[in-house]
Structures are given as structure tokens and as C-alpha cells.
């Protein structure tokens, strides 16, 4: 009987995500924030209903592939070639702002009379490795958000999600370039091939998968399903040859393949699709199982007050580095604002982040508590936060990329729920 006990905890999740976004929906909060609650009550952290399994754990990583799949569909390509140097320029600073605020936070606790570490390497390594864990970006909760409030192609929209791309590369660089000065046999010269190889073997398959693709789905009589299978066959492929051949994160693999796809004259209706599986089960348990990965020790009055400063680090220097970035590259304050906010979350790419720094001997065990209510803190402001900073701004329609009354399809909403910017 226990073989069975997943369709339990998925009809708990489904109920409970759906419920709880109702309710912050009520009180006028993004409703990924009642998901991402409903996995905190329901989990380790809570009540202890649930616990992560290794079937909730796959479902969740096929979940925010499908995420970043359609985000990558619903980018205008123009827009992001256009934002690519400024994508560059808020990477960069929200990586250099956020690394230095980690180590600095760190420098000041991470002494014996403060909290002492059991960390095998240096204590310079594991101040500077707390920092390397703030410059991650979750930026799933973002576009998730974004859909939800049709913001998603804007041109702060496209800012964010070009700058997470590269965030994701330099941040794997960052913890390279740490981890081989604990670990001999990482070699940073062998990542970055890695890394420029990745994106030269997109580049090619990518233009011959859409000339191909592109001439099959455009001149075809009628809309068919097998058009949506071979689409999903090559977001998962995509997906799976950048992390496991070349290192680079999975959702980066299907971001790149939903903006192959997303010039097809029919990607509506491959995204309508994917909108569907998506709200249905995938999108859900993704949400909540990152409140499921949450579990608290227990935490000194040291370790309390550096979970506080460390969370308010982690949020003032992404705001504060990006929309700097942002600033430099001619954006407006209000867009430099929305796109600092929207670099935030940390999500379950920190805790990733943190547990191989732990396995290296570069995070003290005393660490993972402030660093797990970095995790929750970040993922659940960050939503709130990005529905402020889009109802403020009265150039809020100038960068409006949506046509005047097209709608957007989130996983919460269906499509006669969501407008457009430009309403």
C-alpha cells in the first residue's frame, strides 16, 4: 500500500497549492505565494505532513523545465538580442554586489566567539563561499510571477530573464573558481569550455532544429499533437545535454529551447499546451516542493541574528546590484527597481548551491539554518515585492511589448483571467 502513497501526497499538494493561492489572491498577493506557503505548512518546516520523495523531487525538476520552456516560447527575441548587453552589465553587478555583501556578512559572524564553524577549509573560502551562495537567482518564481500579472513581456521582463541566463553562468563560474581552491580536481579552464561549448552546440542545433521544425509545423493543414510531443522531446533533450554534458543548469537547456520554438507561426498553440499540463500538475509541485526541501535546526541567538542580516544582505544587494546595472544601461528607476526586485529569489538554486559546498567542506553545518530562511524568505518577498513594483511607474505602458488586449496564460490563471500590461 505504501507504493501508492504519491497519489495521496499529490492530490494533498494540488488541493492545498490551489486553496492557499485563492486566499492570497483575496488579500491582493501573487498566488505562486500561497503555492510556495502551502509547502512550508505542509512540510519538514510545518506541519510535517509531507517530506520531499525522489518521485515529488523529479516531478518538480520536470515542472520548472516546463516553466522556463514556455518563458523561453512567450520572449520576444528581438527584444532580448536588443537587452543583451544590459543583460550582461545586471548580471555582472548582481553577482559582484551580492558576493561581496555574503562575505562581508559572513567576515563578521564566522569567528569562534561569534559562531563557531566546523568547516574543513579556510575561513576566508567559507566567508566567501556564503557569498557565492547569494549572487544565485531563482528566477522560476519571477516568470511564474510575471505571468500571473501579464507582465512577462515587458522590457523589465526580458531584462530579467536575459540577466538570469548569464547570472546562472557566472554564478557557476563564481563557484567553480571557490571550489577549486578546496577541490584540486575541479578545474575552472575545463568548465568555461564547457560553458562556450554548450552555447556554440545551441547555436547550431538550434538553427537546424527550427529550419526543420519551423517548415513542418508552418506548412501542415491543422494543429497537431505530435507538433507538442516533438516540441517537449526537444526541450527535455536540451535540457538534459546542458547539465549532464555540459554542466550548465537544465532550466537554461529549456529556456534556450522554448526561444528556438518560439518564432514557429503556431507557438500559441504549443504554448496553450504545455499552459495546460502545467497548471494541472507539474507547475504545483514544483512550487511546493521547495517549501518541502525546508528544514530548520535548531539556532542560537548568534545564528538567529545572522540569519537576519544575511537576509536583508541578500535582498538589498540584488536590488541594489542589479538596478545599479540596470541604471548604467539607460533603464528608467522604475524599470531599474522591477528588475532589481526580480533578481531576488534564491529558491531551490541556493540550496543546491549550499549542499555542494557542504559536501566540500566550504559551509559550516551552523551556516545551512540562515541560508534555508534566506531560501524562504527570498522566495516568498520576492512575488509580493514585484506586484508593488509593477503598480508603480506612469511610464508603466511605454515598455508594454504586448499588443493592446492579448492575453497571457499563467499557471494560476487561465486565459480569459490575465491581461496584458497595456490594458
Known amino acids: 500500500m505504501d507504493s501508492y502513497s504519491y497519489l495521496l501526497d ?17 488579500v ?16 519538514p518546516a510545518g506541519a510535517g505532513i509531507l517530506s520531499e520523495t525522489s518521485f515529488l523531487h523529479e516531478v518538480a525538476e520536470i515542472g520548472v523545465i ?9 520572449t520576444d527575441i528581438k527584444e532580448l538580442k536588443a537587452s543583451g548587453k544590459a543583460s550582461f552589465v545586471i548580471a555582472l553587478c ?20 561569534m559562531i563557531a564553524s566546523d568547516a574543513g577549509a579556510s575561513v576566508f573560502l567559507q566567508n566567501i563561499f556564503i557569498g557565492v551562495i547569494l549572487t544565485a537567482t531563482s528566477v522560476s518564481i519571477t516568470v511564474e510571477t510575471l505571468k500571473e500579472l501579464g507582465k512577462l513581456k515587458t522590457r523589465s521582463g526580458n531584462a530579467i530573464l ?44 538550434g538553427f537546424l532544429f527550427y529550419r526543420l521544425y519551423k517548415n513542418w509545423v508552418d506548412t501542415a493543414k491543422k494543429e497537431l499533437h505530435r507538433h507538442t510531443i516533438i516540441a517537449f522531446v526537444f526541450c527535455l533533450l536540451m535540457s538534459y545535454i546542458a547539465e549532464v554534458v555540459f554542466g550548465v543548469a537544465d532550466i537554461t ?10 518564432n514557429v507561426r503556431r507557438s500559441t498553440y504549443l504554448q496553450s499546451k504545455f499552459d495546460t499540463i ?10 511546493a516542493s521547495i517549501g518541502l526541501k525546508v528544514v530548520l535546526p535548531e539556532m542560537s541567538s548568534a545564528i538567529i541574528w545572522f540569519s537576519v542580516v544575511l537576509t536583508i544582505v541578500a535582498i538589498l544587494t540584488k536590488v541594489v546590484g542589479c538596478g545599479v546595472g540596470a541604471k548604467l544601461c539607460k533603464y528608467q528607476n522604475y524599470q531599474a527597481k522591477r528588475i532589481g526586485v526580480g533578481m531576488i529569489s534564491r529558491g ?66 487561465n486565459a480569459n483571467e490575465i491581461r496584458g500590461e497595456g490594458r
Open 28 to 43: 491582493q498577493m501573487p498566488q505562486v505565494v500561497g503555492a510556495l506557503l502551502a509547502g512550508l505548512i505542509l512540510g
Open 162 to 205: 536575459g540577466a538570469a541566463i548569464i547570472d546562472d553562468i557566472l554564478g557557476i563560474i563564481a563557484l567553480t573558481i571557490v571550489t577549486s581552491m578546496a577541490d584540486s580536481s575541479v578545474k575552472i579552464g575545463t568548465v568555461m569550455l564547457k560553458i562556450l561549448g554548450f552555447f556554440a552546440f545551441a547555436g547550431v542545433v
Open 66 to 74: 516546463v516553466l522556463m520552456f514556455c518563458a523561453g516560447m512567450e
Open 253 to 262: 537547456g529549456a529556456f534556450i529551447a522554448g526561444l528556438i520554438i518560439s
Open 348 to 413: 531551490e538554486v541556493a540550496l543546491i548551491v549550499a549542499s555542494k559546498g557542504a559536501a566540500l567542506g566550504l559551509l559550516s553545518s551552523a551556516f545551512l539554518g540562515p541560508v534555508i530562511i534566506v531560501v524562504v524568505m527570498t522566495t516568498i518577498i520576492t512575488p509580493v515585492m514585484l506586484k508593488l513594483v509593477f503598480k508603480q511607474g506612469t511610464a508603466a505602458t511605454a515598455e508594454q511589448l504586448v499588443p493592446e488586449g492579448e492575453r497571457v496564460t499563467s499557471y494560476y490563471e
Open 10 to 26: 499529490l492530490a494533498i499538494i494540488l488541493l492545498s497549492t490551489k486553496v492557499l493561492g485563492l486566499l492570497t489572491k483575496k
Open 94 to 113: 548582481g553577482v559582484i554586489v551580492p558576493l561581496a555583501g555574503g562575505y562581508g556578512a559572513a567576515y563578521f559572524f564566522n569567528r569562534p566567539d
Open 278 to 287: 502545467s497548471y494541472l500538475l507539474l507547475s504545483p509541485v514544483f512550487f
